[in-house]
């Protein structure tokens, strides 16, 4: 047995084919609605790490390409929802087994940073490299990685309901698991499934490795209930629309988190 132990059964369980989650994500926030009536709406939000979880908002650091610099309105706190703070502790667990951990980049999100890379950063970026798209091509490219932000309660960006999280694995020194791309790699390199489709002629030992810790992530994630986001594959979550339109679930728990005091 291998330094995963029993975990390495999900490094070698493939993906699938996820054409219908893409299918599903598409209009979610218009589709689903969010069920005021229960008590997970107002679930209330825990800090991540005091929840036993480690990570760093990749936003509120400068050492975090291909950005280079902290971005206007960025906190330094990672917020979720308690309920999901709970799952990932017990997708923590089960890790540990093989001496990893879970680590978060992002989680609450404020509607300045989404707003930033929605209307700015990434339309700007997607021009530089294709000057040709313009107008709804445009948009739709720019929402296959970035929300759009949003004041209505009915329709919240995923980052901004405190149950959508941003992560990764690494050992418990630190070391992080290769995942074949950096974290925000608005490409497709970044699609959960990259490393599914590749050709045997052009596979290398690094596409192996990083195809096996995606695997390893996804399927970890998937067994708490948490639905991932097809083109990215560090995106989770649990409760908000998203994972309700990905899960089948016909509503929604979470709306706009309230956040305590300063964020």
Known sequence: MN??????ELRNRPIGDLALARAARKGFRTKIPIRRDNALYG?????????????????AGERNPPYWHRVDGATDRLWLRAGVADRLGRVNARAGEAGLELF???????REVQ?????VWMP????????????????????RYWAAPSGDADSPAPHATG??????????????LWMGSLFDDVTAL??????????????S?????????RRLLHWLMIAEGFAGHPDEWWHFSWGDQMWAALTGAPEAHYGPAVIPGPA
């Open 3 to 8: 330094v995963f132990g029993g975990l390495e």
């Open 43 to 59: 679930e209330k939000v825990v800090e991540a790490r005091d929840a036993g979880l480690a990570g760093e908002n990749f936003y």
């Open 104 to 110: 978060l980049f992002d989680a609450w999100r404020p």
């Open 115 to 119: 707003a930033y890379f929605h209307d």
């Open 124 to 143: 700007c970026e997607i021009r530089r490299r294709d000057p040709s798209l313009a107008g709804a091509a445009l948009i739709e490219e720019v929402e």
């Open 163 to 176: 149950g959508a999280v941003d992560l990764t694995l690494r050992w418990k020194d630190g070391q992080m």
């Open 190 to 203: 970044a699609h959960r499934d990259r490393f599914e489709t590749l050709d045997a002629d052009n596979f």
């Open 205 to 213: 030992y690094s596409d192996a490795e990083a195809r096996a810790n």
